[in-house]
């Protein structure tokens, strides 16, 4: 049987042009039953190609919220969630993911491997474990880049999807996380490739405030009580030591301290066996 996976796009607009390849790179796959609906953030998509459905949000809800709003509308057993700035190299990618996750044992979620437009240059930051290592080499995953990720549809709905109060950061942790605390895997598949420019966050105005305050949500929204001071100092320390900007560093110690004072959405306390399944897979969660 084909698997049939919806494909959720979001955007703003403001990259058409990549927007497009993005698009087309999807509807050239094969091997796969495809739906995907371009998600605009705050932008009426109008003039999709012709099988593609849009979906407008008025007002920009942020990444989470967004990609949640187009997973309610996309259909599949799987989803697939790409970035508007990204797209599939070869049309096989999709089903090679998605056979991935039917091949590894247990394994629900699966991030690809990140490459450079020009199809040679490596995204290293984008590998998702503590020790970077050999790009190509695969394996279990405790964090996530979130630009090109597959995951099964009943997983995903299992625990709600993506954390919405975060807007933009660490909500790839998260879903992460609580991906492990189904009983399921987390697989990156060094072996499949998707292309995305080598931007960063830190590009946005707000980034270190944001950092801070879904540092201490992220922690409070999923570890088990006593895991959540130390988790949260182990980020404080770590920044304090990697900052090298007094005004990134104020804003993000505002953040942290935001991230107490504020609620940050739902609680779904992970198992004492997801802590230790996480520190097997190479990353106890308390870095």
Same mark, same amino acid.
């Given at each position: 049987?084909?698997?049939?996976?919806?494909?959720?796009?979001?955007?703003?607009?403001?990259?058409?042009?990549?927007?497009?390849?993005?698009?087309?790179?999807?509807?050239?796959?094969?091997?796969?039953?495809?739906?995907?609906?371009?998600?605009?953030?705050?932008?009426?998509?109008?003039?999709?190609? /012709?099988?593609? %459905?849009?979906?407008?949000?008025?007002?920009?809800?942020?990444? @989470?919220?967004? $990609?949640? #709003?187009?997973? +309610?509308?996309?259909?599949?057993?799987?989803?697939?969630?790409?970035d508007d700035d990204a797209?599939?190299?070869?049309p096989t990618t999709l089903?090679?993911?998605?056979?991935?996750?039917?091949?590894?044992?247990?394994?629900?979620?699966?991030?690809?491997?990140?490459?450079?437009?020009?199809?040679?240059?490596?995204?290293?930051?984008?590998?998702?474990?503590?020790?970077?290592?050999?790009?190509?080499?695969?394996?279990?995953?405790?964090?996530?880049?979130?630009?090109?990720?597959?995951?099964?549809?009943?997983?995903?709905?299992?625990?709600?999807?993506?954390?919405?109060?975060?807007?933009?950061?660490?909500?790839?942790?998260?879903?992460?996380?609580?991906?492990?605390?189904?009983?399921?895997? /987390?697989?990156? %598949?060094?072996?499949?490739?998707?292309?995305?420019?080598?931007? @960063?966050?830190? $590009?946005? #105005?707000?980034? +270190?405030?944001?950092?801070?305050?879904?540092?201490?949500?992220?922690?409070?929204?999923?570890?088990?009580?006593?895991?959540?001071?130390?988790?949260?100092?182990?980020?404080?320390?770590?920044?304090?030591?990697?900052?090298?900007?007094?005004?990134?560093?104020?804003?993000?110690?505002?953040?942290?301290?935001?991230?107490?004072?504020?609620?940050?959405?739902?609680?779904?306390?992970?198992?004492?066996?997801?802590?230790?399944?996480?520190?097997?897979?190479?990353?106890?969660?308390?870095?």
């Amino acid at each position: 049987m084909i698997p049939t996976v919806g494909c959720v796009v979001l955007t703003m607009g403001t990259r058409p042009a990549e927007l497009e390849r993005s698009v087309q790179s999807l509807l050239a796959q094969t091997g796969v039953q495809i739906n995907v609906v371009v998600v605009g953030n705050g932008w009426n998509p109008v003039n999709v190609p /012709v099988g593609v %459905a849009s979906h407008y949000l008025e007002t920009n809800i942020g990444a @989470t919220a967004g $990609r949640n #709003a187009g997973a +309610a509308v996309a259909q599949g057993d799987y989803l697939f969630f790409l970035d508007d700035d990204a797209q599939l190299p070869t049309p096989t990618t999709l089903s090679e993911l998605i056979a991935t996750i039917s091949a590894e044992k247990d394994a629900a979620l699966v991030q690809p491997r990140v490459i450079n437009y020009d199809g040679v240059s490596e995204l290293k930051r984008r590998v998702p474990r503590l020790r970077t290592g050999d790009v190509n080499q695969s394996g279990p995953a405790t964090s996530l880049w979130e630009g090109g990720v597959a995951i099964r549809r009943n997983v995903f709905d299992s625990f709600g999807g993506w954390g919405a109060e975060y807007y933009y950061l660490h909500e790839g942790i998260e879903l992460c996380w609580r991906t492990w605390n189904t009983g399921h895997s /987390v697989w990156y %598949a060094g072996d499949i490739a998707v292309a995305h420019p080598p931007t @960063t966050p830190e $590009r946005f #105005a707000e980034f +270190a405030y944001i950092n801070g305050r879904n540092r201490v949500w992220l922690a409070k929204r999923n570890l088990p009580w006593v895991l959540v001071p130390i988790y949260s100092l182990t980020w404080l320390v770590i920044t304090v030591l990697r900052t090298r900007s007094l005004g990134a560093l104020k804003s993000w110690l505002s953040g942290f301290a935001a991230g107490w004072l504020n609620n940050g959405g739902p609680r779904q306390a992970m198992k004492w066996s997801t802590v230790w399944a996480l520190t097997k897979a190479g990353r106890p969660p308390i870095i």
